[in-house]
């Protein structure tokens, strides 16, 4: 069946770094755009990154652009999510999901992981 995981997420320090990755089956990958959304408790769920099926088009959301990376690997039915320089405020339950277009609203992707937690802390 289909499925999104995601993993990676853990406990690091300010300014510290965490790959996250998000591993798909069950449906053709390649046909998807793949989205990374965080939730922060008592905040609503928002949309960090995204990468278009092939992997041409990437967007940001402002507070993580210059720090965040996306990347995606076709043959391995896998997308990344490199975050450097992380903050306390990028503390959350970090989303993979499945849509079709390139965007960071929710509402547009159809398939979601589980989710891994991010704690930035010293």
């Known amino acids: 069946q289909l499925q999104l995981v995601e993993s990676g997420g853990g406990l690091v320090q300010p300014g510290g770094s965490l790959r996250l990755s998000c591993a798909a089956s069950g449906f053709r990958f390649d046909y998807y755009a793949i989205g990374w959304f965080r939730q922060a408790p008592g905040k609503e769920r928002e949309g960090v990154s995204c990468?278009?099926?092939?992997?041409?088009?990437?967007h940001y959301e402002d507070s993580v652009k210059g720090r965040f990376a996306i990347s995606r690997d076709n043959a391995k039915n896998t997308v990344y999510l490199q975050m450097n320089k992380l903050k306390p405020e990028d503390t959350a339950i970090y989303y993979c999901?499945?849509?079709?277009?390139?965007?960071?609203?929710?509402?547009?992707?159809?398939?979601w992981g589980q989710g891994t937690q991010v704690t930035v802390s010293s």
């Open positions: 999901a499945a849509g079709r277009i390139a965007t960071l609203s929710a509402a547009l992707f159809d398939y």
């Open positions: 990468i278009s099926s092939t992997g041409v088009t990437t």
